[in-house]
Structure formats: structure tokens, C-alpha cells
């Protein structure tokens, strides 16, 4: 598993001032935790594409950007969309979606349409009317235009190319263009687009498009851009792996390493005679380990040629691979695992044991879970095993010590602190992966999330939780958290690994692995006590502060598959609550990993 941070590619902003609100109700729903019929705080902008709500048009469109591809704002802009024409986009929207409709910016190439006199689809006057009775959204989608930061401005051509087709869909096989699309709450699949012609037939060839406009010559949308794109990024993916440091330093964490060996080898009803696969072989370690334990046959796929290579020199070298000079049982694919019927034979769940390490950074990062779960689906036997079996992700504040101010403050016995409030200042947009030690920790860990693997679907691997965040119980004054930290454990359960279930870990209570853990610092550190030791007041102070610290904090975390193949985006919402119950929300922030 190798990755590189970088920054995000949009930082969403929010200018309003940050508010404190009382909420005697009890936490549990985010949306109801979000309601605050005193001050007006109420979930009542309803998105787009899914049944979220929300509490502003801001958040709204900061989350149909992030979830959905759809940027409301830059199209209006490139679009030049005025007042009313913007007011029938959303009204024509939300009447696609509703006929089940499914959409995805993401999912569309790059087409070359003439912008002149164009037509759109929702310039006819019965989408003045609102779709949704009482809809928030008609009334408020432009009130802070001036106030809004300047972005850069959308291709015009391929806005106008996508929304056009916005009203003309049919779901076709996904390989006319190519790459999944962003799931619409769960409720679409990976879809491709295809429009219909005038006398009612479908276009489509060998990956093109075809886009008939009102009283115009069809245009050609070449789907196969999307397929370079993709294909680019997975060769430098790929490729990637084809340095030898990067599989030394997967192989010398021993968490890592003993955890997978001790699954394949302390398991003997598990393993033995048993057809393994395993996906994204790497060197072949895990395959090794594989053979060693008994399996019949080791089907080992790595798509990385030279990886690949190397994997059936050192299958060969160690007398296990399959040829008539070794007649051992591994078997080395040069493969994509979608793609493996192509290199290999093999039959449809015909796999008894699936393995594969394919966690990345954040868990996620990569998303090569979507392929072990094609292998799963495809390949694996009813009732086989899956290697490991389930995944949990776990979040914790930080405190100061997990951040450079301490480095900066004395260097030398000088002042250097500027710049350690720089460097803070860009974490708030770019996540860091670092080691955090649990002594930087200043809450009590909390669970975010938890996966079955033998049983999820692809498309719960784009998912939004919620946590609560406690002040460690040991803290007898308030400290400042700046930010969360995410890690994850696998484990290999006693329902495939009865002999030796085990678990590994990334968290900061255990060894540090080479996944290290995934840092999201806040735009503004959060003071936190708990409630024993002091009770906030908001008449001192705003919650958070020194003067009122939070006795918890709320967490809304979003985790989704960026429009950048194999990249992922965070959002966080954090909301501080004190021992009184006073609340205070800070701006939704989004990472990009």
C-alpha cells in the first residue's frame, strides 16, 4: 500500500459567523441534532439527487459537489445562468431525479458540442413552477452571490454537453464509458449514459455516445476519454508499485505481515486443499504463505507487469509455482482483477478463500476494495472466506503534541511559532498521514464506521457517519483538540479463522505501521473538558473557547470516491456541545486524499 497526500482541489469556505444555540433534546439523529427551532435552525434544504437535508444552500450544494458532482454555482456561472433560468434547473432537477433518472457529472467525458443558440432542457415555463411544495431552495440559492470566493469558472462545452443530457437517459451497460459513476444515495448503480433519438432508439458504439439535440445533427461524445483518464491513472498506479522499496516496507511491517501469516497459517481446516486467490499479490508474500499452509491451488493476480514477473521468479525460486518444470500450485495472473477471465482460467465461484491487503491511507484510499469485492462476487464461492473479513474505522481528537507548534515554538531557544501556525493553517486543508502517539490524544476514541466484507455492497464504500467525541476522563483542565485523527482495524474473525482469529490494528494505542494514521485538523482548535471538571457558561464565552469549553464534540463524516480515479474526499462537520448544552457549529471542511 503506497499513497501521496496532496492538497484539496476545492476548500470549501463559509462566511457566516459562528453561532452558539441551546438544544435540549437528546443527540442522536444528526438532522435532529441540527434543529434548533429558537434560532431558526432547521434541516429543511432537501438535496437534489438524494433525501439528505440541510440546514443552508450552502451546505447543500458543498455536499451535491462532493456526493453527487454537481456544482450548482459554477455551472449558473459558465452557464450564465440568470435569476429564473437557475430557478428551472433546480425545479428540472429535482423532475428527473423523481422519474428515477439517474445522474452523475462524474460519469461523463469530455464532448465537443457548438455552444451557440443552445436550447436547454429547462427553459420551458412549467419548471417556474416548484417541483416540491414550500422548497427552501428556490427562495435562497442566491443571496450571498457577492459574497461568494471566486472559482474558476467550468468548461463551458462540457457543462452544456452534460446538463443537456441531463432529461435524455437510458442506464446501459457500464462499459460505454467506462468509469462507475457516483451512487445516488445508494439508490443507482454504476451506470453509463446513452441518449435516445428522435424516433425513440438508442445510439451507442463501441464506446460512443450519441447526443441528439433539439432540431440539430447528432453529436459524438467519445466515452473512451473517460477510459484513458482512468487507464492513466491506474498504469501510474500501478507502475507505482513497481518500486521494490515500497514492497520492502509493506513486508517489514510486522503488524501487517504476522497478521496476514498467522491468518493463513494457524488455520489449517480454513486452508488446507483449499482454492485461494489473492488480489494484488505484490512479491507474492501472502501467496507464499498461501501454499505453505496447504492450498490446493493459489491463483495470485497482480496487474503490475514487472511485479508480475517478479512474483513467479520468486514462486519459481521457492519451488511452489505451477509449470511442468515445478509442478508447485501457484499461479501468477498479469492482470486487473475485472479482467482476469482474459490471462487465467478459471470457473465462477470456484474460490474458497479470497485474500488480499488492499487497505490504503484513511482505509480507502486507493479503492481497491471495490475490486477484492468484484473478486468476492465474481469468483468466490458461497460461504468462502474473505481475508480479512471485516474493517472498522475509529476517530479521536488530537491535542497540541500531534502538531509541529511545539517544534516551532523554541527552536534554539527562539521564536519561531509563525511558523507553525502557517503549517497549521494548510493542514486545515490537506490531510496528513504522521504517527500520532495516544498521549497527543485529548478525547476518548470513538467508532465511525464498520464493514462486512463478506456481505457489504460495492457501493457502501462512499458512506456517511456520525460520532461523538469525550474528553479523555484522566483531564482535570480543559486542553485544546485541533483537530481528528482516523485509523482502522481489520480482523480475520473466528468465522473464517476459527483456530486463530486475529486482528490488525492502526491505532495509536498499538505499534505503529507503516499506514501510520490519517490527521484532519480543524480551521480552529476546540477547547474541551469534561463535564465533571468545568461547566461551561455561553454567557462567558462561545463555546469551544476557553472560557466555555466543549464537554463533546459531534462529528458528521462523509467518505466518498473523488472524481479523480482511486482518490477519496472527507468531509467534516464539527459541532462542540457544552456540560449545558449550549451548541456552536463550525464550517463544513473538506480533505482530498
Not at 35 to 40: P, R
Not at 130 to 137: K, R, Y
Not at 227 to 250: A, C, D, L, P, Q
Not at 459 to 481: G, I, K, M, N
Request: aromatic content about 8%; charged content about 30%; hydrophobic content about 35%.
Amino acid at each position: 500500500m503506497a499513497a501521496e497526500t496532496k492538497m484539496v482541489k476545492d476548500s470549501y469556505s463559509d462566511n457566516d459567523e459562528e453561532e452558539n444555540f441551546s438544544d435540549d433534546g437528546d443527540w442522536g439523529d444528526w438532522e435532529a441534532a441540527e434543529k434548533d427551532d429558537d434560532d431558526g435552525f432547521e434541516s429543511d434544504f432537501v438535496c437534489l439527487f438524494c433525501d439528505s437535508r440541510f440546514v443552508s444552500s450552502d451546505s447543500l450544494f458543498d455536499h451535491c459537489r462532493l456526493s453527487h458532482g454537481f456544482d450548482f454555482h459554477g455551472a449558473r456561472k459558465a452557464l450564465k445562468l440568470d435569476f429564473y433560468a437557475s430557478f428551472k434547473l433546480i425545479n428540472y432537477i429535482r423532475s428527473q431525479v423523481a422519474e428515477n433518472k439517474c445522474w452523475s457529472w462524474g460519469a461523463l467525458g469530455k464532448c465537443q458540442l457548438e455552444a451557440k443558440d443552445v436550447n436547454f432542457p429547462w427553459d420551458e415555463e412549467k419548471y417556474l413552477k416548484p417541483f416540491l411544495q414550500e422548497d427552501s431552495l428556490l427562495y435562497s440559492f442566491a443571496d450571498d452571490e457577492e459574497e461568494e470566493d471566486e472559482e474558476e469558472a467550468l468548461d463551458r462545452e462540457d457543462l452544456i454537453e452534460d446538463l443537456r443530457k441531463l432529461g435524455d437517459l437510458s442506464i446501459v451497460d457500464d462499459e460505454a464509458i467506462g468509469e462507475s459513476s457516483v451512487s445516488n444515495n445508494g439508490k443507482c448503480k454504476d451506470v453509463s449514459l446513452i441518449s435516445n433519438s428522435d424516433d425513440g432508439k438508442q445510439s451507442c458504439a463501441d464506446g460512443l455516445v450519441v447526443v441528439n439535440g433539439k432540431g440539430k445533427e447528432p453529436s459524438v461524445c467519445d466515452g473512451r476519454l473517460v477510459g484513458r483518464n482512468i487507464r492513466k491513472v491506474n498504469e501510474n498506479y500501478f507502475g507505482s508499485y513497481s518500486s521494490f522499496g515500497i514492497h520492502r516496507e509493506m513486508i517489514s511491517d510486522k503488524v501487517r505481515t504476522e497478521a496476514y501469516r498467522d491468518a493463513l497459517l494457524k488455520n489449517p481446516s480454513l486452508m488446507s486443499g483449499s482454492v485461494v486467490m489473492d488480489v494484488g499479490c505484490g512479491t507474492g508474500i501472502l501467496s507464499l504463505f498461501a501454499a505453505k499452509a496447504g492450498a490446493s491451488r493459489v491463483v495470485a493476480v497482480e496487474a503490475s507487469e514487472k511485479m508480475a514477473k517478479v512474483a513467479t521468479k520468486i514462486a519459481k525460486d521457492n519451488k511452489v509455482f505451477n509449470d511442468k518444470e515445478h509442478n508447485g500450485v501457484l499461479e501468477v495472473a498479469n492482470s486487473m482483477v475485472e479482467e482476469l477471465e482474459k490471462s487465467i482460467k478459471i470457473q465462477p465461484h470456484s474460490v474458497d478463500v479470497l485474500v488480499s491487503e488492499w487497505m490504503g491511507y484513511c482505509l480507502l484510499y486507493e479503492s481497491m476494495l471495490t475490486s477484492v469485492l468484484y473478486a468476492r462476487d465474481r469468483w468466490l464461492k458461497p460461504g468462502g472466506a474473505i481475508l480479512p473479513d471485516t474493517a472498522t474505522m475509529f476517530v479521536a481528537g488530537f491535542g497540541k503534541g500531534a502538531t509541529s507548534l511545539p517544534f516551532w515554538e523554541d527552536v534554539y531557544g527562539f521564536d519561531m511559532s509563525s511558523i507553525g501556525k502557517e503549517i497549521l493553517e494548510d493542514t486545515a486543508r490537506i490531510p496528513i498521514v504522521d504517527v500520532v502517539e495516544e498521549r497527543d490524544l485529548v478525547t476518548q476514541p470513538a467508532l465511525l464506521q464498520s464493514f462486512d466484507l463478506a456481505t457489504m455492497k460495492p457501493d457502501e464504500v462512499d458512506f456517511t457517519a456520525t460520532a461523538t467525541l469525550e474528553p479523555t476522563e484522566s483531564d482535570t483542565e480543559a486542553r485544546l483538540c485541533h483537530g481528528v485523527v482516523l485509523w482502522f482495524d481489520t480482523g480475520f474473525t473466528d468465522r473464517f479463522c476459527k483456530e486463530n482469529p486475529t486482528v490488525l490494528s492502526t491505532s495509536p494505542y498499538t505499534p505503529p505501521t507503516h499506514w501510520a494514521q490519517t490527521v484532519l485538523t480543524f480551521q480552529e482548535p476546540i477547547s474541551v473538558a469534561p463535564a465533571t471538571v468545568l461547566s461551561g457558561d455561553d454567557r462567558l464565552g462561545a463555546v469551544g473557547t476557553k472560557e466555555c469549553p466543549a464537554s463533546s464534540i459531534q462529528l458528521r463524516v462523509s467518505v466518498a470516491r473523488a472524481s479523480e480515479h482511486r482518490s477519496i474526499d472527507v468531509s467534516l462537520e464539527t459541532t462542540g456541545v457544552s456540560s449545558k448544552g449550549q451548541k456552536r457549529r463550525w464550517p463544513v471542511q473538506i480533505f482530498n486524499l
